[in-house]
């Protein structure tokens, strides 16, 4: 079956440690997408790729960073630079390219339940 | 910007009976697409259903169907037949290819909660 995978559902971070969070699809979509999910708020962009080795800013980047080096992988580092990380952070992909329909679309992996202790 | 808005943050229902979940959003774009999914108790983000702007006739999927009203930017959700399986948080998005095709836009969410 196709999807998405997220690992690990959870996970405890240490002040000052930084974390990686997995994100694997094989629905072989170009573009994927990290959000940050608060309790009472919608979902945040904090990263997104439209292509291998390519990623850009969402709205919340400060204190993350990524990578693409394969179409299938987009993994999210949460340094210490990120001030508040607890939270449920989610990961998404779509077809974007070729005029693909529905458009936009995006499909949701289980999600990662980040704690700091 | 695009923005999208939910005023209810929490809803309410009875089994059986409808139940009626108000989206808004900005934009000056005319081409777009609007979405709402469903985010249950395991968390997991389900798509519900989708509406393309250039299309005047209202989506539906099966107990779901919208209320697209273009010149007034509004997009709700009607749930007919409420199930206790449709207890979920449900989000309103919008995307729009030529303002941002990878900047889907949510908005805060809706709690709905189906009583038996």
């Known amino acids: 079956d196709g999807g998405i995978t997220q690992s690990p559902k959870y996970l405890f971070r240490k002040e000052g440690q930084n974390v990686t969070l997995s994100c694997e699809q094989n629905?072989?979509?170009?573009?994927m997408y990290w959000y940050r999910q608060d309790p009472g708020q919608g979902l945040r962009l904090i990263y997104y790729?439209?292509?291998?080795?390519?990623?850009q800013k969402g709205d919340i980047a400060e204190g993350y960073s990524v990578s693409r080096e394969k179409k299938e992988s987009f993994p999210l580092t949460v340094t210490s630079a990120q001030k508040n990380p607890t939270a449920f952070y989610l990961c998404?992909?779509?077809?974007?390219?070729?005029?693909?329909?529905?458009?936009?679309?995006?499909?949701f992996g289980p999600g990662t339940r980040l704690t700091v202790l | 910007a695009q923005t999208v808005t939910q005023s209810q943050p929490e809803m309410s229902v009875q089994e059986a009976e409808t139940v009626t979940l108000s989206c808004t959003y900005d934009?000056?774009?005319?081409?777009?697409?609007l979405f709402w999914y469903k985010q249950p108790p395991s968390r997991q983000m389900i798509l519900v259903i989708r509406?393309?702007?250039?299309?005047?006739q209202n989506a539906t999927e099966n107990r779901f169907s919208v209320n697209f009203q273009k010149a007034a930017k509004s997009f709700s959700l009607k749930i007919s037949d409420s199930q206790l399986g449709d207890t979920a948080m449900y989000f309103c998005?919008?995307?729009?290819?030529?303002?941002?095709?990878?900047?889907?836009?949510f908005g805060a969410g809706t709690r709905l909660t189906v009583k038996p």
């Open positions: 509406q393309e702007a250039y299309k005047q």
């Open positions: 629905l072989n979509h170009d573009a």
């Open positions: 934009t000056s774009e005319n081409n777009y697409y």
């Open positions: 998005a919008f995307i729009s290819p030529r303002y941002n095709n990878n900047d889907m836009r």
């Open positions: 790729s439209q292509i291998v080795n390519d990623f």
């Open positions: 998404a992909s779509a077809e974007t390219s070729g005029g693909a329909f529905p458009f936009g679309e995006q499909f």
